[in-house]
């Protein structure tokens, strides 16, 4: 819970006893390698902190090929908030790729802080802005050669080479694991 506290401590301050009900409000949970925390078609129930392991967003597209949209490490959090918030389907998957650790908040507890602690909903508009904007922005631009979109994977996402299968990172840039261990190859 440590990490947790740490990493909402950078968004705003909170007494003691506060510390104490965000920790009260969190439950652990282990999500096994390819275990969903969240699935499409169905509405997103918890908002999550990963203290071990990675996840992936993904989705199908028209075609029916399993598109890697994003990658999510320690010390961030965890969640279709669009749609957690609206209490609507997801469209996408959040599908852990190692064994993970994580701290999850029901909606009712999360909304719970809301209501209790002063100041919480300016913390957690911060914390789910970053979420967002980390789902978002490492997406690789197609429009970029493959060696460049895997040049900037290797910068967003540095401690994740050795930790994620060959395929979901072609799937991510968008190539074949073929291309994939090409560029490998020429960029050693």
């Known amino acids: 819970m440590e990490e947790l506290i740490e990493y909402i401590l950078q968004f705003g301050s ?60 320690e010390n961030s959090l965890v969640c279709d908030y669009v749609n957690f918030e609206a209490n609507s389907l997801s469209s996408e998957y959040l599908q852990a790729i190692t064994d993970c650790s994580l701290i999850v908040f029901s909606k009712k507890n999360w909304e719970e802080l809301s209501h209790t602690i002063v100041g919480w909903d300016n913390i957690k508009n911060k914390m789910v802005q970053l979420c967002m904007y980390q789902k978002s922005r490492k997406g690789p631009v197609i429009s970029q050669d493959a060696t460049t979109r895997y040049l900037e994977f290797l910068e967003n996402y540095p401690s994740l080479t050795n930790r994620v299968s060959l395929s979901h990172i072609a799937s991510y840039l968008g190539v074949t694991q073929q291309s994939l261990s090409r560029i490998r190859k020429n960029v050693r």
């Open 14 to 73: 909170l007494n003691k006893q506060q510390i104490e009900l965000v920790i009260s409000k969190g439950q652990i949970l282990q999500i096994k390698k390819e275990d969903y925390f969240s699935e499409a078609g169905k509405i997103p129930k918890e908002v999550g902190f990963i203290t071990e392991g990675v996840v992936r967003g993904c989705y199908y597209n028209n075609k029916g090929e399993e598109i890697t949209r994003c990658f999510i490490s």
